[in-house]
């Protein structure tokens, strides 16, 4: 599935392969030593590599001790990427589900593994990466996202999949409720955000299936980066408003003029020399997809604050203790910063 190796896993997240091993010989016809590792990347579900013989599968569970059940909902991923899989060649094909806790505590899936390079904060070591290559995978991630954007939805059987009418209105409502449930530090800036969301949201446009994390490392690239192979992580899909997808991305987007912080937190290597700026990444969508990019600061806005809120929902399990990992402890100065760039951009009008 993934260019980052898969390690041992991390302690507290291990599965139970004495019932794991007979669910995949009934569900999978497969027997033999069941070895497990865990993929090192990702903050929310858990990605493990499940061997069994010579073959490998990916299974996907939901992260011990979530507060929040709806936003790691394993019965909706394995739905999406059945209906996607047949007609979009870059979601991976889904082998089987656990619909109840009975085999590892929550429900989980297998699907297949796709292997290739994953892009993450910084250049791949070992990869050629100038200026031309930088600017090419950015022109495919956000070609990508158009043709996700153009898959039709309601034929994949995926039209009761989301409620597009006033998914823009529940977004920005939700996404604060969701801040206040989760609440562990006084930070007013994410209220003002929230604010200026809720008095500037523009009216629904024609929606489509929407990923909602869409960024570098939730994609693969073939080895000589020419071209993207499959999109992971699909926990959040949905119909609605694609350029809320859109405004997602971006506000993962980092240039390298951002404010010294708003680079340290970089998810992704968008401010290596070549990369499309986030002005240009909107201008390809734009030019590809047809569609009109008039509320695109309000678009981003809202990807910063609800990716603030995302870390918000992941510190307080920390902040709570139920969970040790050590990647979590400074979510919440990043918080802070998300929500200081959102403020900026809100501020010189422009993303």
Not at 229 to 256: F, K, R
Request: negative net charge; charged residues 25%.
């Amino acid at each position: 599935m993934s260019g980052d190796a898969p390690r041992e896993v991390r302690a507290g997240e291990e599965l139970d392969v004495a019932k794991l091993a007979p669910w995949l010989e009934q569900q999978l016809g497969v027997t033999g030593r069941v070895l497990v590792k865990q993929f090192p990347g990702g903050h929310s579900n858990l990605t493990y590599l499940v061997s069994v013989g010579d073959r490998d599968f990916v299974l996907r569970r939901p992260p011990f001790g979530s507060k929040v059940k709806s936003a790691h909902d394993m019965g909706r991923e394995h739905t999406v990427l059945s209906g996607l899989a047949p007609v979009l060649a870059t979601a991976p094909r889904p082998l089987a589900y656990c619909p109840d806790d009975s085999v590892l505590g929550a429900p989980f899936y297998i699907m297949e593994r796709r292997t290739g390079v994953i892009l993450r904060k910084d250049a791949p070591a070992g990869i050629p990466f100038g200026p031309d290559v930088a600017r090419r995978v950015c022109e495919r991630l956000v070609d990508a996202l158009v043709e996700l954007h153009a898959v039709d939805y309601a034929a994949a059987g995926l039209g009761e999949l989301g409620k597009p009418a006033g998914y823009i209105e529940r977004q920005v409502k939700g996404w604060t409720e969701r801040y206040h449930g989760s609440r562990t530090d006084e930070l007013p800036i994410v209220l003002e955000v929230a604010a200026w969301l809720e008095a500037h949201r523009p009216p629904d446009g024609a929606p489509a299936l929407i990923h909602n994390d869409f960024k570098f490392d939730n994609v693969i690239f073939d080895p000589s980066l020419e071209r993207i192979t499959g999109i992971l992580d699909w926990e959040m899909a949905t119909v609605g408003d694609p350029l809320m997808d859109l405004g997602t991305s971006l506000s993962y987007w980092v240039e390298a003029t951002d404010p010294q912080p708003v680079i340290m937190l970089r998810f992704v290597l968008s401010h290596l020399p070549g990369m499309l700026t986030r002005r240009e990444v909107a201008e390809r969508y734009a030019a590809t997809s047809g569609r009109d990019l008039t509320n695109i600061l309000f678009y981003t806005v809202f990807g910063l604050f609800k990716t603030a809120v995302v870390g918000q929902q992941i510190y307080y399990r920390y902040a709570k203790g139920l969970t040790q990992d050590p990647r979590f402890a400074a979510l919440i100065h990043g918080i802070r910063i998300l929500c200081e760039q959102a403020a900026a951009a809100i501020d010189r009008g422009t993303i």
